[in-house]
């Protein structure tokens, strides 16, 4: 009974066991070998379908560089028999026909030469500079350096010197590179080195909207500092902005990606891609707080200079309280698609907010540089490469409809710092995000009422727009302040964010009923006083009342400390800057040494390689090698002569040194025991015997130089037995070395054999150095059996 | 047809450019996929683009004489006129006169007959559906609170937890399903819209279950979720071969 539950209870413990290792080994085993199998498979069709496409690619751009060559063969009489009758017209669609067909078959050509066979071994990448950057390249090359003779003839640019050009943009603008006079320098200490003139003429192609659109905020961009001078006649319209340069941002991206491991941006990268972002919404900030909208925010606009991004191109500045309708102008993919729907629907500019489409570019601008690509569609747009969800979060919410995003540039800029702050972007929450706890509504509600109550903004805010400015609106622009009274002389500077400043500011409104009487106290900088006393006294019982208005200066402290802080935020970045772009200053000088050393080295290999010697010279050069070789053998031939003579006399020298060492007793034989049983008795034994007739006949035998020993059995040769063989210079040099003259080899017999008798080599220095000639007693191969007993006679 | 449809072929009849500019946001990036399918070795990007413009533009002629009686889907519609810009265009490069002193609607009618399933090309029509199904995510993403749709991305589309949502975005494990819910039945009525305004036949209708997206939640993420990633790569795919054009 008991060992029938037993077994019950194994069998189920091994039905247990069997179904475990069923469900735990088994199962994984097939599923991988599955998976396995499958791979396999996979890549074999992949493999397939590689070699599949490279043989059927090349054939079919075989046959097409074929077909082309056969056109161009049958289009090509055709368009010199119409050459030849003149009829131009047609030659020349012919010949265009004929460039098409050359085109194609250079492009097809190129496949199969070099395209379809590198793909085909997964090098397509080596043709990425080649197919995609060489011709980025070449499309933006500059134009001419100098405006047309038209533009010269009228009246060119006074003051300014051009000394080169850059690409023209959508507008179809020329763009000037151009450097300052000195009397235009004259006086403004921060006038830039250098300048660009966007230069329209209706003569080139320009069209009157595009002028009334360019100029429409131009006199609110001269208030922020963005442009310098403009000009208008009735051939011409120009401005003049300060010039910055470097690459734009798109470019700049293309390099992060290439040096990133693909994955995405790393934290170096990362920081760094965010200090440029944030210097873009610092420069955004000052246009929507001087009443402007960029509306052209895209990478190609972001210059990219000493580690800081200006914003360039306002070809579309808009005043934000515009009257006009909005337009659909911008850049695909960087422009809010809302706009556009907007634009469609006839809204007005003012009714909208344009701060609010520039904040959603810097989070298309901001994707572009994340992911390498364009926002495929706004707020949808997927992240495929990795990088930190806050900051995701902000690409996103910059992009949200136009209600949910940002309100403010502070407040994506608040958000940012948080991210480039971390010590670990990527482990910062969203939730972390100033944005999510509510600060950004009121920081929104901050710039608003700012905003209002600034009558600077507000004056700049309508520069431009339809609304014709108020009586007490002045507007600042360069060298001077103009009014609705006129223009007055006043100096004018540029603070570091590059807004114009004036010297001093513009006067506060006159009270109402009177106009007080001024006195200028310094004619050069335009400041005065007013004189009227019941003004002063007025302005002195609004000091007391200031005074007493303890809330009012406590609010005033609090602002004062907000700008501090945002000065020194300001500090840091710039020093942050400054500390990175001496960074990259280093780098890119090393870049560029190591660039030019690289250079200069294939420049001589270049230099070396395309040498080919004419004909002439090569047979100058053949004819003149030979003769040397002619004139040099005999003196080569003498020269070995005499080296061996030289040799030789050194031999003697060498034995006479060794005479000497020996004291004139005889020559040293250094004793080589190689017997296999040398350290047997007997065999000693009949080696001691050995070495004592060497002595008796006036050879000093050397059984101790352990050195010597060493030195020679490594320069001897092993199967060297034989003493009439010619030495080995080696072992000559050994000997020399250690003053031998010669060897005292005691080996098993030549045969090879186990033999115990000694079979003894003597092995001398040079022919001549035998001191004790005749020896006929010394033991040679020949008598040495004689010589030596063997073991029987003992 | 249903009311929506016909709403909307109204309102591209009378020049509605908000109509005409859905179109172009909606079923774009489909067309300009399918005419470089076609056109592939032929025609190059801008031409692609150009010819995508061309398809609204006739399309825009022939939708005073578009019959609704005749049930030809939306898509094959569309296709059709597709199609036959892209053959006018091949036509005028091989200097051929084929086709010439004939209307855009002669070739219409011919794609016109009473669709009988999904047969002019299975891939064409699985992305006019996915289309649709992107308008009606885009359409929801404006209507519900900016959290509420991140929420909804995050776990849907991201494919993260619940728990990690939550946590990345400091609120509780039941708000997140809140959040979810709340825009899962908004996601609801918008794609019922949009697939009526976009469909012609009542086949088109039905191909929202056909997807998956069924009444069941998880059937629903999983299935919409799915739609956008693969919408997402096509719209990628156009936006790459767009950029090589600048």
């Given at each position: 009974m008991t060992y029938g539950i037993l077994s019950i209870l194994v069998f189920c413990f091994v039905i247990v066991v069997v179904i475990l290792a069923v469900l735990f080994l088994i199962v994984p085993l097939l599923r991988g070998i599955g998976w396995l199998i499958g791979g396999f498979f996979k890549s074999l069709g992949w493999l397939i379908g590689h070699v599949f496409e490279f043989i059927s690619g090349m054939l079919r751009d075989t046959v097409r560089f074929v077909g082309a060559l056969i056109a161009g063969v049958v289009l090509l009489p055709v368009m010199l028999l119409n050459v030849v009758i003149g009829r131009w017209s047609a030659a020349g669609h012919f010949g265009r026909s004929m460039k098409r067909e050359c085109s194609v078959a250079g492009v097809c050509l190129y496949r199969v030469v070099l395209q379809r066979p590198l793909r085909f071994l997964l090098l397509g990448g080596l043709l990425e500079g080649l197919e995609q950057r060489v011709d980025e390249a070449v499309l933006a090359m500059p134009p001419a350096d100098q405006p047309t003779r038209r533009a010269w003839r009228s009246g060119q640019f006074d003051g300014y010197t051009i000394v080169g050009s850059l690409p023209s943009g959508g507008s179809g603008a020329k763009l000037y590179i151009a450097e300052p006079q000195p009397h235009k320098r004259a006086g403004h200490r921060d006038f830039p080195k250098r300048v660009v003139i966007k230069y329209f003429t209706l003569s080139d192609g320009s069209t009157l909207p595009q002028i009334v659109r360019e100029s429409r905020a131009l006199e609110a961009a001269k208030q922020l500092g963005l442009v310098l001078e403009h000009g208008m006649d009735e051939h011409r319209f120009f401005y003049v902005m300060p010039y910055h340069h470097g690459d734009h941002l798109g470019i700049i991206t293309r390099q992060l990606h290439g040096e990133s491991d693909g994955q995405g941006l790393g934290r170096g990268q990362l920081a760094e891609v965010i200090s440029y972002i944030e210097d873009l919404l610092g420069t955004l900030s000052r246009y929507h707080r001087g009443g402007l909208w960029h509306k052209d925010v895209k990478p190609e606009n972001l210059i990219?200079?000493?580690?800081?991004?200006?914003?360039?191109?306002?070809?579309?500045?808009?005043?934000?309280?515009?009257?006009?309708?909005?337009?659909?102008?911008?850049?695909?993919?960087?422009?809010?698609?809302?706009?556009?729907?907007?634009?469609?629907?006839?809204?007005?500019?003012?009714?909208?907010?344009?701060?609010?489409?520039?904040?959603?570019?810097?989070?298309?601008?901001?994707?572009?540089?994340?992911?390498?690509?364009?926002?495929?569609?706004?707020?949808?747009?997927?992240?495929?490469?990795?990088?930190?969800?806050?900051?995701?979060?902000?690409?996103?919410?910059?992009?949200?409809?136009?209600?949910?995003?940002?309100?403010?540039?502070?407040?994506?800029?608040?958000?940012?710092?948080?991210?480039?702050?971390?010590?670990?972007?990527?482990?910062?929450?969203?939730?972390?995000?100033?944005?999510?706890?509510?600060?950004?509504?009121?920081?929104?509600?901050?710039?608003?009422?700012?905003?209002?109550?600034?009558?600077?903004?507000?004056?700049?805010?309508?520069?431009?727009?339809?609304?014709?400015?108020?009586?007490?609106?002045?507007?600042?622009?360069?060298?001077?302040?103009?009014?609705?009274?006129?223009?007055?002389?006043?100096?004018?500077?540029?603070?570091?964010?590059?807004?114009?400043?004036?010297?001093?500011?513009?006067?506060?409104?006159?009270?109402?009923?009177?106009?007080?009487?001024?006195?200028?106290?310094?004619?050069?900088?335009?400041?005065?006083?007013?004189?009227?006393?019941?003004?002063?006294?007025?302005?002195?019982?609004?000091?007391?009342?200031?005074?007493?208005?303890?809330?009012?200066?406590?609010?005033?402290?609090?602002?004062?400390?907000?700008?501090?802080?945002?000065?020194?935020?300001?500090?840091?970045?710039?020093?942050?800057?400054?500390?990175?772009?001496?960074?990259?200053?280093?780098?890119?000088?090393?870049?560029?040494?190591?660039?030019?050393?690289?250079?200069?080295?294939?420049?001589?290999?270049?230099?070396?390689?395309?040498?080919?010697?004419?004909?002439?010279?090569?047979?100058?050069?053949?004819?003149?090698?030979?003769?040397?070789?002619?004139?040099?053998?005999?003196?080569?031939?003498?020269?070995?002569?005499?080296?061996?003579?030289?040799?030789?006399?050194?031999?003697?020298?060498?034995?006479?040194?060794?005479?000497?060492?020996?004291?004139?007793?005889?020559?040293?034989?250094?004793?080589?025991?190689?017997?296999?049983?040398?350290?047997?008795?007997?065999?000693?034994?009949?080696?001691?015997?050995?070495?004592?007739?060497?002595?008796?006949?006036?050879?000093?035998?050397?059984?101790?130089?352990?050195?010597?020993?060493?030195a020679v059995r490594k320069s001897l040769p092993a199967g060297m037995v034989d003493p009439g063989e010619p030495m080995p210079p080696l072992l000559i040099k050994t000997l020399l070395r250690y003053n031998l003259a010669g060897i005292l080899r005691i080996s098993s017999s030549p045969g090879g054999g186990e033999s115990p008798e000694p079979y003894v080599t003597r092995i001398v220095v040079g022919p001549s150095v035998d001191p004790m000639s005749p020896q006929p007693d010394v033991p040679t191969d020949d008598n040495v059996d004689e010589q030596v007993p063997d073991s029987e006679d003992r | 047809m249903n009311t929506l449809t016909t709403s909307f072929v109204k309102r591209l009849r009378d020049r509605d450019d908000a109509a005409w500019f859905e179109l172009w946001e909606v079923f774009g990036p489909v067309l300009r996929v399918q005419l470089s399918k076609w056109g592939r070795g032929r025609i190059g990007v801008e031409t692609v683009r150009d010819l995508t413009q061309e398809t609204l533009a006739a399309l825009s002629d022939s939708i005073d004489r578009y019959d609704p009686t005749r049930g030809a889907r939306f898509s094959t519609w569309l296709l059709a006129i597709a199609k036959h810009a892209l053959g006018d265009e091949i036509d005028r490069r091989m200097a051929l006169k084929r086709g010439a002193g004939r209307k855009a609607i002669a070739f219409d009618e011919r794609y016109m007959a009473k669709a009988s399933g999904i047969d002019a090309d299975r891939v064409y029509e699985q992305n006019v559906f996915r289309a649709k199904v992107y308008a009606a995510i885009r359409k929801t993403e404006p209507e519900v609170d900016f959290l509420q749709f991140q929420v909804y991305r995050m776990r849907v589309f991201d494919g993260q937890s619940g728990k990690q949502v939550a946590e990345q975005l400091g609120v509780s494990e039941p708000t997140v399903s809140r959040h979810l819910q709340r825009v899962r039945d908004l996601l609801r009525r918008r794609l019922a819209e949009t697939i009526a305004t976009y469909s012609f036949t009542k086949e088109e209708q039905r191909e929202v279950q056909r997807a998956g997206l069924s009444d069941d939640d998880l059937m629903f993420d999983d299935a919409l979720g799915e739609i956008y990633h693969q919408q997402s790569r096509l719209i990628l795919e156009d936006e790459a071969a767009a950029s090589q054009a600048f």
């Open positions: 990219v200079h000493d580690g800081r991004v200006h914003l360039v191109d306002l070809g579309l500045v808009t005043p934000l309280r515009s009257a006009m309708t909005l337009t659909t102008h911008g850049t695909e993919y960087f422009r809010d698609p809302e706009m556009v729907r907007m634009a469609i629907r006839g809204v007005k500019v003012h009714q909208v907010d344009g701060a609010k489409f520039d904040i959603y570019a810097v989070g298309a601008v901001l994707y572009f540089i994340i992911e390498g690509t364009f926002p495929a569609h706004g707020g949808l747009s997927t992240f495929d490469k990795k990088s930190p969800e806050a900051l995701r979060w902000i690409i996103r919410r910059a992009m949200a409809d136009y209600n949910k995003r940002y309100e403010t540039t502070e407040q994506v800029l608040a958000d940012l710092e948080i991210v480039r702050a971390a010590a670990d972007p990527f482990a910062v929450k969203p939730a972390e995000l100033p944005s999510m706890r509510g600060p950004g509504e009121v920081a929104a509600q901050d710039f608003e009422s700012e905003r209002a109550d600034d009558p600077q903004a507000q004056v700049v805010a309508s520069a431009g727009s339809p609304k014709p400015p108020s009586d007490e609106q002045r507007v600042k622009i360069w060298g001077a302040y103009v009014g609705p009274e006129g223009v007055k002389a006043g100096r004018v500077t540029v603070d570091d964010q590059g807004v114009g400043v004036g010297a001093q500011p513009p006067p506060p409104p006159a009270a109402a009923g009177r106009r007080p009487k001024l006195r200028v106290t310094n004619w050069w900088t335009g400041a005065y006083q007013a004189q009227d006393r019941r003004i002063a006294a007025d302005a002195a019982a609004a000091a007391a009342a200031a005074a007493a208005a303890g809330p009012a200066l406590g609010r005033a402290a609090r602002e004062f400390r907000g700008q501090a802080e945002v000065l020194r935020r300001r500090v840091r970045n710039q020093a942050v800057g400054a500390r990175r772009a001496a960074r990259e200053q280093i780098k890119t000088a090393r870049a560029r040494a190591r660039e030019m050393h690289r250079a200069a080295r294939n420049h001589r290999r270049q230099a070396l390689d395309q040498r080919q010697p004419s004909p002439m010279l090569a047979f100058l050069a053949v004819a003149v090698l030979l003769a040397g070789a002619f004139l040099l053998l005999p003196l080569t031939t003498e020269r070995s002569g005499r080296a061996e003579a030289q040799e030789l006399a050194r031999l003697a020298e060498a034995v006479a040194a060794a005479r000497a060492h020996t004291s004139g007793r005889g020559l040293s034989l250094l004793l080589v025991n190689d017997h296999p049983a040398a350290t047997d008795p007997l065999v000693q034994a009949k080696v001691n015997k050995i070495v004592q007739e060497h002595h008796d006949q006036g050879w000093v035998v050397l059984v101790d130089n352990r050195d010597a020993e060493v | -």
